[in-house]
C-alpha cells in the first residue's frame, strides 16, 4: 500500500526567506504526486502534481516541487516566502488508473514571521 | 464556473437532531465525494459517488447517509451524531476519466456536534 511521510509537523520561517517542505512516499511504481495548501477552515487547493516527464514542476504562488525517484522524494520549495503563504501544507499520493483515492500526508503547518 | 459550493459553512447541532450538508457543482464533473477532516489532520475519504452511483464507502457508521440526487448535487444527511462527529465536511469533485487525480474542493462545513 502506499504511503506518504511528512516529517516535519511545523515549520517557521522568516517572510522573504526560503522554504522547503520536505515529502517522502512509499510506492512500488512511478506514483503521481501532488501538494495541496489548506488555509485555516478552507477547503484544499492544488499548487502543483506530478505525473511523469520533467521532474521540477512548477505551481502556482511561485512554489515549485522536485521529484526525486532516487530518494522516494517530491519537496515542496519557494524561494522567497510571503505572509499570505502561513498556511496548512498537505503531500498525496494517487497509484494511477481508476481510483479515486488519495493518501495524504499528515500535513505541515507553516508559520511566517514578519 | 469553476467552484465547488457547499452550504451551510457552519452548523452546530444536538445529538438528536436530523441536518443535512449540500454541495454544488456545475463543472459537469461525475463524481464526488465527501471527506472528513478532523483539527490538524490530513482529509479522510468518506464516500465517492461516480455517475450518481455510491461507489466507495469507507466503512462509515450508519447516522451518514449520503445521496446524489443529480449529477451537479451531492448531499450528506446527518442523524444521531457524536461529539466526536465535530470536523470540517469537504466535498469534492473529479471530472469523468480524471479520478483522484484533479479534485476540486469546495470550503467545507465546519460541524459543532453539541
Known amino acids: 500500500a502506499q504511503s506518504v511521510t511528512q516529517p516535519d509537523i511545523h515549520i517557521t520561517v522568516s517572510e522573504g526567506a526560503s522554504l ?41 504562488k511561485g512554489f515549485e516541487a522536485e ?31 481508476s481510483n479515486y483515492k488519495l493518501t495524504f500526508g499528515k500535513g505541515t503547518l507553516l508559520t511566517v514571521n514578519p | 464556473d469553476t467552484e465547488v459550493t457547499q452550504t451551510p459553512k457552519h452548523l452546530v447541532m444536538g445529538m438528536t437532531n436530523k ?35 455510491l461507489s466507495i464507502n469507507e466503512s ?3 447516522r451518514f447517509s449520503p445521496e446524489c440526487p443529480n449529477s451537479s448535487l451531492l448531499n450528506l444527511h446527518l442523524h444521531a451524531l457524536q461529539p466526536e462527529d465535530s470536523a470540517l ?14 479534485l476540486f474542493f469546495g470550503s467545507g462545513t465546519q460541524l459543532s456536534v453539541l
Request: charged share 20%.
Open chain 2, 89 to 102: 465536511y469537504l466535498c469534492a469533485s473529479s471530472k469523468p476519466g480524471q479520478w483522484a487525480r484533479k
Open chain 1, 67 to 97: 521529484f526525486k525517484r532516487s530518494q522516494s522524494s517530491f519537496n515542496l520549495r519557494k524561494p522567497s516566502v510571503h505572509w499570505s503563504d502561513a498556511a496548512e501544507y498537505f503531500c498525496a499520493v494517487h497509484s494511477g488508473g
Open chain 2, 60 to 62: 462509515v457508521p450508519s
Open chain 1, 20 to 60: 522547503e517542505l520536505r515529502c517522502n512516499y512509499s510506492y512500488g511504481a512511478t506514483p503521481y504526486l501532488f501538494w495541496y495548501v489548506q488555509s485555516p477552515g478552507q477547503g484544499l487547493q492544488l499548487l502543483l502534481k506530478y505525473f511523469s516527464g520533467d521532474t521540477l514542476v512548477q505551481g502556482i
Open chain 2, 19 to 53: 441536518k443535512s450538508l449540500k454541495c454544488e457543482q456545475h463543472m459537469g464533473h461525475r463524481a464526488m465525494y465527501w471527506y472528513k477532516q478532523k483539527a490538524k489532520k490530513p482529509p479522510e475519504l468518506m464516500f465517492v459517488y461516480s455517475y450518481e452511483k
